[in-house]
Structures are given as C-alpha cells and as structure tokens.
C-alpha cells in the first residue's frame, strides 16, 4: 500500500483552521477590524452566488467577501448578519492540485487574505496588485 492511498482531502474544518490562522496573524491595525468577521466554507458556491457575480463555473470561485466593507459601514447600518468570509473547498482543492507550486494551506492563507482585503475596503485594483505577486 502507497503513501498516497492514505491521503484524504482536508475537510471543511481544516480548511476553517487555516483561515483562523489568517486572522490570528493579522497585524494590530487589521486584526480588530476582522474579529468578527465570520468564516464558512462550502463544497461550492450557491447558485445565487454565481448568478449575482455572473460565474458559470463554480469551480472558478474559491472564496467570497459577503458583508459590508470596513470603509462603508456607517453607525446608521442596519445589521442583518455578521461579515462573511466563504471558502469554496472543490474549486481550492482543484486549483491546488492544478498548480502545484503552493501547499494547500498557502492557498487556503491566499484566498482567506484576498477576501479579507474587501472586508477592509481594498479596491480591485489593489487586491489585483496582490495577486499578480502570488501567482
């Protein structure tokens, strides 16, 4: 019997630890702004997910920032739940296994940061200057 038959995929709670880990590293000026921002991971995202951003793929979207970003709340906001970060476990396994020059939690650790830069306001263009650094 090989090594490699006793892999398993981590699950969703792993995949939850690992972004915790994100948060717990967060430097001062973020981390209190992100301790309340829930965490869920999902196999996939929901079909309203994917219509709202127009995605036909499912497996192209690894992670979503659902919540109010930390530059627009205002006082008046009228909460009806906490922010959100989704981790898609299928598309983050596919897009692993497709690379292969990260280690899983690298990238659990990427897409929990990219989404988190919309919790703290962060433009596209400037999570895109992020990105075009990690790949």
């Avoid at 869920?40 to 109010?68: H, K």
């Avoid at 476990?89 to 940061?113: C, K, S």
């Amino acid at each position: 019997m090989g090594d490699c038959e006793e892999l398993k995929a981590p699950d969703a709670a792993a995949i939850e630890a690992m972004a915790r880990e994100v948060l717990a590293e967060l430097p001062a000026e973020f981390a209190g702004h992100a301790q309340d921002v829930a965490i869920r991971v999902a196999e996939f995202a929901t079909e309203e997910m994917l219509d709202e951003l127009q995605i036909d793929d499912p497996f192209e979207l690894t992670g979503l920032y659902d919540g109010i970003p930390v530059t627009e709340k205002s006082v008046s906001d009228q909460p009806g739940g906490p922010d959100t970060v989704w981790l898609f476990r299928r598309p983050i396994l596919d897009e692993w296994a497709a690379r292969g020059n990260v280690t899983f939690g690298e990238l659990v650790g990427h897409v929990m940061t990219h989404e988190l830069a919309h919790h703290f306001g962060w433009s596209d263009a400037d999570i895109a200057r992020i990105d075009r650094w990690w790949e």
